[in-house]
């Protein structure tokens, strides 16, 4: 067809501030007010109704910000799953976008059978449907919802323009209804303050169901999620997309809360019998929304109509935003070759990626027509918390990671704060779903397993590369034993000659296998095709240092290309479970040695592996007197072991020195420790205490005497190293003679930069 484009394409970009906040909210406030009243009221009474909306809305800000930063630094459609390739790597980022397909399908799935329920509801109440036969208004709901479904599915395919001008036509409707159940709330209980006593009792079934209804009722807290998907289509992304989240969340738990409360003054005990609010709403769930409203209005019929009109706008706006948002995320695993090309095809004519929504229809009509309300919700809102886990881990990373390589428009306060503080609440959330919903949580348990094995049979052998990926441009691999593996960084030939005697040496006292790394320098404007272009020197370096070590050591060779070279390195760290890490530095370059934004200086800092910085060690160079500046911490304890496999073995000689005097460190008794830990140091090192305010001046002036000065990296907190130059660094940096630096990797602080 002259309509279709065979994958590639672009979608169109004519969504302002308006239409993706309109969105976000269109999202949001539907289900949360109209089932999900129902449902908290029923499982944790009337408090804990307005306990479980007000902390899901502070744990929905917190995520929010996360996406916020991310979506501002990476605006483009995919949303999570963009956040975990960039962060985790493919397998995990296809899982993410896998969880976001189905989330966000059964959360149109849910808004569609609340559409269809309430709209039902109305006509039934009115007598319309009594010719129906038994079973018959459940069968025409079923109905209903499909077709709301397909209609909103038909408005996707329209294009992005229409998605946003619709959707924020419905969502302005839906605003001013639901606002109106507000603000009318409020004024009986202003006006009758009697009302206020159906909050008693506060939590009548127990804190704990709070956290299970909450769970349930996530997915409408989640809209601020399609706003992350509307990067490619969104006019100044960096700049609109952060406001449109943060906007949305706190708008709608300001209603949310208001609506909640207007739900249970509206009902006086004495025109139900005299049974307590909360109970008479409780009843049906489903709708007791409605229940509440048609004691709250004057008139029954009218308050029947305000709900029907409410939901009508309200479901269908919903809807409309999580079908544009789940065909964005499977469009996404399309476009990145994770799926078949069918759901990267976009229609030329209209601009949007209709295999994608052709797909996600299916998913949608799935949910409508085989969950009821409740678990369709429970579904979704499960699949939100395993996704928002995994993008607060996200932002956490490649802040840490990658903050010098993007270009944020938005950065969260107080980092990492509010990201562990949502993470810890997800986990508690997640696990309480059970107690609502137990066919969520079974759909979950084979939905994420299915993408696993899908990713394993398909998207990794069918995903395209992107430039933000470690790329493996060559490797070869040596049989090795399990054991000690040290990883030496290979930058050029020269380099690479002066770290082999230290490497050497290193390698012989740890029995060690090696692993020699060079990532290529690609320019950025330079395409990724072209990348072998500039491997020529590594390549070099590798085969000259292959000469001296592989005659004796197991020895691996990896060739890699990544924009930062830092985050290279400490990926292949990572990957190759490396114990020590070899670097080279060859003296000052801009900005001075191990400042922060240098390829040293984050490898330093975010390494999980002991580190090695190599300073005029090259040669044949024997060291027989060696100085360890000496100040407590395993830092100090490392320097000292790699004191004495680097100094000669026979009349080697090392000085354990601290500045400062005994009051500040007991430098006998930390060389009696290092002693006891390594006996061939006994005969070979003497502590010494120099007196003096200028550390590294005295440190300087011991150094002249020596051959070799090995010393540990600061631990001195980020911002300190920002406004003061620590001592190690100006050490470094004026030293004269051979120099090594080194960090210890070891304690849970490591593990955590494994991982993390």
């Given at each position: 067809?002259?309509?279709?484009?065979?994958?590639?394409?672009?979608?169109?970009?004519?969504?302002?501030l308006?239409?993706?906040?309109m969105?976000?909210?269109g999202?949001?406030?539907?289900?949360g007010v109209?089932?999900?009243?129902?449902?908290?009221?029923?499982?944790?009474?009337?408090?804990?109704?307005?306990?479980?909306f007000?902390?899901?809305?502070?744990i929905?800000?917190?995520?929010?910000?996360?996406?916020?930063?991310?979506?501002?630094?990476?605006p483009?459609?995919?949303?999570?799953?963009n956040?975990?390739?960039?962060?985790f790597g493919?397998?995990?980022?296809?899982?993410?976008?896998?969880?976001?397909?189905?989330?966000s399908?059964?959360?149109?799935?849910?808004?569609?059978v609340t559409?269809?329920?309430?709209?039902?509801?109305?006509?039934h109440?009115?007598?319309?449907?009594d010719?129906?036969?038994?079973?018959?208004?459940?069968v025409?709901?079923?109905?209903?919802?499909?077709?709301?479904?397909?209609l909103?599915?038909?408005?996707?395919?329209r294009?992005?323009?229409?998605?946003?001008?619709?959707?924020?036509?419905?969502?302005?409707?839906?605003?001013?209804?639901?606002?109106?159940?507000?603000?009318?709330?409020v004024?009986?209980?202003?006006?009758?303050p009697?009302?206020?006593?159906?909050?008693r009792p506060?939590?009548?079934?127990?804190?704990?169901?709070i956290?299970?209804?909450?769970?349930?009722?996530?997915?409408?807290f989640?809209?601020?999620?399609v706003?992350?998907?509307a990067?490619?289509?969104?006019?100044?992304?960096?700049?609109?997309?952060?406001?449109?989240?943060?906007?949305?969340?706190?708008?709608?738990t300001?209603?949310y809360?208001?609506?909640?409360?207007a739900s249970?003054?509206?009902?006086?005990?004495?025109?139900?019998?005299?049974r307590?609010?909360w109970?008479?709403?409780?009843?049906?769930?489903?709708?007791?929304?409605?229940r509440?409203?048609?004691?709250l209005?004057p008139?029954?019929?009218?308050?029947?109509?305000?709900?029907?009109?409410?939901v009508?706008?309200?479901?269908?706006?919903?809807?409309?935003?999580?079908?544009?948002?789940?065909?964005?995320?499977?469009?996404?695993?399309?476009?990145d070759?994770?799926?078949?090309?069918?759901?990267?095809?976009?229609?030329l004519?209209?601009?949007?990626?209709?295999?994608?929504?052709a797909?996600?229809?299916?998913?949608?009509?799935?949910v409508?027509?085989?969950?009821q309300?409740?678990?369709?919700?429970?579904?979704?809102?499960i699949?939100?918390l395993?996704l928002?886990f995994?993008?607060?881990?996200?932002?956490?990373?490649?802040?840490?990671?990658m903050?010098?390589?993007?270009?944020?428009?938005?950065?969260?306060?107080?980092?990492?704060l509010?990201?562990?503080?949502a993470?810890g609440?997800?986990?508690?959330?997640?696990?309480?779903?059970?107690?609502?919903?137990?066919?969520?949580?079974?759909?979950?348990?084979?939905?994420?397993?299915?993408?696993?094995?899908?990713?394993?049979a398909?998207?990794?052998?069918?995903?395209?590369?992107?430039?933000?990926?470690?790329?493996?441009?060559?490797?070869?691999?040596?049989e090795?034993?399990?054991?000690?593996?040290?990883?030496?960084?290979?930058?050029?030939?020269?380099?690479?000659?002066?770290m082999v005697e230290?490497?050497?040496k290193?390698?012989?006292?740890?029995?060690a296998?090696?692993?020699?790394l060079?990532?290529?320098?690609v320019?950025?404007?330079?395409?990724?095709?072209?990348?072998?272009?500039y491997?020529l020197?590594?390549?070099?370096?590798?085969?000259?240092?292959?000469?001296?070590?592989?005659p004796?050591?197991?020895?691996?060779?990896?060739?890699?290309?990544?924009?930062?070279?830092?985050?290279?390195?400490?990926?292949?760290?990572?990957?190759k479970?490396?114990?020590?890490?070899i670097?080279?530095?060859?003296?000052?370059?801009r900005?001075?040695?191990?400042?922060i934004g240098?390829?040293?200086?984050?490898?330093?800092?975010?390494?999980?592996?002991?580190?090695?910085v190599?300073?005029?060690?090259g040669?044949s160079?024997?060291f027989q007197?060696?100085l360890?500046?000496v100040?407590?911490?395993?830092?100090?304890?490392?320097?000292?072991?790699v004191?004495g496999?680097?100094?000669?073995?026979?009349?080697?000689?090392?000085?354990?020195?601290?500045?400062?005097?005994?009051?500040?460190?007991?430098?006998?008794a930390?060389?009696?420790?290092?002693?006891?830990?390594?006996?061939?140091l006994r005969?070979?090192?003497?502590?010494?205490?120099?007196w003096?305010?200028?550390?590294?001046?005295?440190?300087?002036?011991?150094a002249?005497?020596h051959?070799l000065?090995?010393?540990?990296?600061?631990?001195e907190?980020?911002?300190?190293?920002?406004?003061?130059?620590?001592?190690p660094?100006?050490?470094?940096?004026?030293?004269?003679k051979?120099?090594v630096?080194?960090?210890?990797?070891?304690?849970?602080?490591s593990?955590?930069?494994r991982?993390?």
């Amino acid at each position: 067809m002259a309509d279709e484009s065979p994958i590639s394409g672009e979608l169109s970009r004519d969504l302002s501030l308006f239409h993706i906040t309109m969105m976000g909210l269109g999202m949001m406030i539907g289900a949360g007010v109209f089932v999900g009243i129902g449902i908290c009221i029923s499982g944790a009474g009337p408090g804990g109704l307005l306990v479980a909306f007000a902390l899901n809305g502070l744990i929905a800000l917190f995520s929010a910000m996360s996406f916020a930063e991310l979506s501002s630094a990476i605006p483009r459609a995919g949303g999570a799953y963009n956040f975990a390739r960039i962060g985790f790597g493919r397998g995990p980022s296809f899982v993410a976008g896998w969880m976001e397909w189905l989330a966000s399908s059964a959360a149109g799935g849910f808004y569609a059978v609340t559409f269809a329920t309430y709209t039902v509801e109305f006509f039934h109440g009115l007598g319309l449907l009594d010719a129906l036969p038994a079973g018959g208004v459940a069968v025409l709901q079923k109905a209903v919802a499909v077709a709301a479904a397909g209609l909103f599915i038909y408005i996707n395919y329209r294009g992005s323009s229409e998605t946003g001008k619709i959707g924020a036509l419905f969502t302005v409707g839906q605003m001013l209804f639901v606002l109106s159940v507000g603000v009318v709330g409020v004024v009986v209980a202003i006006w009758q303050p009697d009302r206020v006593a159906n909050f008693r009792p506060f939590v009548p079934r127990g804190w704990w169901r709070i956290f299970g209804v909450m769970g349930v009722i996530y997915v409408a807290f989640e809209g601020f999620e399609v706003i992350a998907q509307a990067g490619d289509e969104t006019v100044a992304p960096r700049r609109n997309i952060p406001k449109a989240m943060l906007y949305s969340v706190l708008i709608v738990t300001v209603t949310y809360v208001a609506v909640a409360f207007a739900s249970v003054v509206a009902v006086r005990s004495a025109d139900v019998g005299g049974r307590p609010a909360w109970e008479y709403i409780a009843d049906d769930p489903e709708i007791g929304f409605q229940r509440a409203v048609e004691q709250l209005m004057p008139n029954k019929f009218f308050g029947n109509l305000l709900v029907t009109l409410a939901v009508i706008f309200s479901a269908t706006s919903a809807l409309n935003a999580t079908i544009y948002s789940a065909t964005r995320a499977s469009y996404a695993l399309g476009r990145d070759g994770m799926l078949p090309p069918l759901f990267a095809r976009i229609s030329l004519r209209r601009k949007t990626p209709y295999g994608a929504l052709a797909l996600t229809a299916v998913l949608v009509l799935a949910v409508a027509l085989a969950l009821q309300p409740k678990h369709a919700g429970a579904t979704a809102s499960i699949m939100f918390l395993f996704l928002f886990f995994l993008v607060n881990l996200c932002v956490i990373r490649i802040r840490r990671n990658m903050s010098d390589e993007l270009h944020y428009g938005y950065l969260m306060p107080l980092f990492p704060l509010f990201p562990v503080l949502a993470l810890g609440c997800q986990v508690l959330l997640a696990g309480a779903i059970v107690t609502e919903s137990w066919i969520a949580w079974a759909i979950a348990l084979v939905w994420v397993p299915a993408g696993i094995v899908t990713y394993y049979a398909y998207s990794r052998k069918h995903a395209l590369p992107t430039a933000d990926e470690i790329h493996v441009l060559e490797e070869q691999r040596a049989e090795a034993p399990e054991g000690y593996r040290i990883m030496v960084a290979v930058a050029n030939p020269h380099n690479a000659l002066e770290m082999v005697e230290t490497t050497y040496k290193l390698c012989g006292a740890k029995q060690a296998s090696v692993e020699l790394l060079h990532m290529v320098p690609v320019p950025e404007q330079v395409p990724l095709t072209d990348a072998e272009r500039y491997m020529l020197d590594g390549k070099e370096g590798i085969l000259e240092t292959m000469l001296y070590l592989a005659p004796r050591f197991p020895l691996s060779t990896t060739i890699r290309y990544c924009r930062n070279p830092a985050r290279g390195i400490i990926s292949a760290v990572r990957e190759k479970r490396t114990d020590m890490l070899i670097l080279g530095w060859h003296g000052r370059r801009r900005g001075g040695v191990f400042r922060i934004g240098s390829t040293v200086d984050p490898i330093i800092e975010r390494s999980p592996c002991d580190v090695l910085v190599l300073k005029d060690c090259g040669g044949s160079r024997k060291f027989q007197r060696v100085l360890v500046p000496v100040a407590g911490g395993p830092n100090s304890a490392f320097a000292l072991e790699v004191a004495g496999i680097l100094a000669e073995p026979e009349d080697g000689k090392i000085t354990a020195l601290t500045v400062g005097g005994r009051g500040r460190f007991d430098l006998d008794a930390f060389v009696a420790e290092q002693i006891e830990r390594d006996e061939s140091l006994r005969e070979r090192v003497v502590g010494k205490t120099v007196w003096g305010r200028d550390v590294v001046r005295a440190i300087l002036n011991e150094a002249e005497d020596h051959d070799l000065v090995v010393l540990g990296c600061t631990s001195e907190p980020v911002l300190r190293r920002m406004t003061h130059n620590p001592v190690p660094e100006i050490v470094a940096r004026r030293c004269p003679k051979p120099l090594v630096m080194v960090q210890a990797g070891r304690g849970i602080r490591s593990w955590v930069k494994r991982w993390i």
